[in-house]
């Protein structure tokens, strides 16, 4: 049974617009022009609720407003924000208070304040002077032992490295971030502070896979999150447990809002946490620089906590150019004349995209300016994103609404377009993506300034939808999972790895699954606060390393019919992650302290190469080898050599050495292999290839004359 047929369960698409094709959900940024006009405070108010405030002015109801914007959310007659500001401080606090805003949380750290208020008051929030740019809540998607049987435990030989190495993670605490974790599961949470992440003692007891044996009797859960999830960080626990059954597991929700994710990371680490894992993106996370959840992400890994994220589901079909202007003439009319459209690697300003009737596709755009508030000064460009029904500006409306000032008297809204688009054709249909400069730097009409930029690409659809080739084959990988000492997780089916690659061609080849993200060098021009870094762009390679996916837990995801039992198969990169988590959690139970830096150096180079040969942009280093890792950070010499003497040896496969101690492999010795050869080297050893030492292989030699 094709795996692909299980990728729309995998994405999570907040929500589907209920117009047509081209409908009025955004209104052709109707409120941009005089926003930008006044210099005033509504410029720095997303689009999204600008067009809003109109709507309501005018007499419609609030539940027609939402349906026409998947980007809003309302209680009754006020509409849900997040204000970003310079600075916060209590005095700042009660001013927004004084402004109408009922706050659901603030967070000083990041300068961030969530939550309602009447739209005919925004123009009061935002005549506050701390206030950078206030925008709808963009939402967050889910980067898609006991009683049942864990097909990864095998896979990657986590139980021959248990059973080897007398390892199963007693004294190492695991922490999960995803959407909730007793929500439908059940069971009793007692201790202070339960669900107000306040405390480290809240233990969840009695949950279903907790009687059946598939999670610990107690789990710590910080904060279970706002209620209604799918209880995918228990799944994620599940996987987890049957890895490394002794470690204690800790939950804390990521699905509040982006920077109470970044809270919820701090509260792990110092709850405890050894290990940490996610598998959440925010749509509105920075591509150029580190936001509040990479900021978080890379603070506990710096405080010596390894931490893992999913690499997404979205597949290979990113985009990442620079703005090129089709023409010399200047154009900031709505809607645009198409004069200031970008042209496309390829010669062409319109990007094809095929729908399937009923199909949707979410695109974020960014481009290489900071974010705002405490993440910088903000934008002073602006960019546009359009689809079109045609290839003509006539036939284009606008799929985003951001109206943040950008360039209305000096930086300040975020570079930031985001918007969903649904065919309701009836009908298969092709769209056009194009993207429009409105206004600043790097214009036809202004200087020479390159802009960057990217698009991420989210659909609801899965393989069924065609993307331009040459335009849409960039990297997806983007947010906290680029951060530089966060290890990004791709997924590969467990079956490719049982049957040596007889699910997907080429056969006897591994290759990671068909919607993991693709990754890459990427770009980053900014530091965390806005800081331009020197001589930007500084690239990070993701992802890392792969892991299994489609293995089962106890209640999430759903039977494929591969396997001989019934129980329900976890697919993505949230399954990959948290297997990747638990070979880490082996190797810490194993050496003892090790850096997340010596983590990620052994999961690499005890990966086992997959889809292309070396490095690669899907699965990175490889495959995670478990009984490898712990092999490799071990004290034991169990495994290990003291000589190598390869003067007679002719390899027909792959053979690995690791070295107890140094070695020297002198100018006498060389060895004829039709396979690969590859020198491993222990905790404590040290291989030296002396000049003269020749291998003659078929395959790869992973190493070098030098010592290493």
Known sequence: MSKLGFRSYQLLLLAVLAAGSLPAAYPQKNQKEAAFNSFGPLNKVSGHLLNARTDLAQGRNMAAVLAENDALKARGDQLEVEIRLKELSPDILDSIVAAGVEVTSSHEKYAVVHGYITADRLDELAGIPQVSVVHPPYGATRNNVGSVSNQADASIRADSARTTYGVDGTGITVGVLSDSFHDTIGGTATGASCGTAAGCTCTLTGSSPQTSGDLPSSVTVLDNGPGGGSDEGAGMAE?????????????????????????????????????????????????????????????????????????????????????????ATDDTTFPPTGEDFTVFTGGNEYAAITLPAGCSVRLVLQWNEPFSGSLGTGATTDLDLYMCTSESAAACSA???????????????DPLELGLFTNTTGASATFYMAVDHYCGAGGADTSADVIAFRVATFESCGSTV????????????????????????????????DFAGAIDPPSGQIDVESFSALGGDIPFYFAGDGTPLAGAPMTRFKPEIAAPDGTNTTFFGSDIGFDADTDPNFFGTSAAAPHAAAVAALMLDSSGPLTPAGVTQVLSASAVDIESAGVDTLSGYGLVDAKDAVQTV???????????????????????????????AGTAFGVSASGGLRLEVGSSGKITLMPGFSVTTGGTFAAETGAF
Do not use: W
């Not at 804390?252 to 919820?264: H, K, L, N, Q």
């Not at 598998?279 to 603070?299: K, L």
């Not at 290990?640 to 107890?660: E, M, N, P, V, W």
């Open 239 to 327: 996987l987890i447990a049957d890895l490394v059954p002794g470690a204690d597991l800790m939950f804390r929700t990521a699905f509040r809002s982006e920077a109470d994710f970044g809270a919820g990371i701090t509260e792990l680490k110092d709850c405890g946490a050894d290990v940490i894992v996610d598998d959440i993106i925010y749509f509105a996370e920075p591509m150029f620089q580190d936001g509040f959840v990479g900021q978080a992400a890379q603070d506990a890994v710096d405080s010596g906590v390894p931490y893992f994220s999913s690499a997404g589901n979205h597949s290979t079909f990113g985009v990442a150019d620079d703005y090129s202007d089709v023409s």
């Open 399 to 413: 799929v985003s609404a951001s109206a943040q000032g950008n360039c209305a008297g000096g930086a300040s809204g």
């Open 466 to 497: 065609a993307y331009e080739s040459g335009i849409f084959d960039k990297p997806q990988i983007y947010g906290h999972a680029a951060a530089e000492g966060v290890v990004a997780v791709a997924a590969v089916f467990y079956g490719e790895i």
């Open 634 to 664: 071990t004290d034991s010499t169990t495994g290990c050599i003291s000589t190598l003497d390869l003067s007679a040896q002719t390899i027909s496969g792959t053979q690995y050495f690791r070295a107890c101690d140094e070695i020297t």
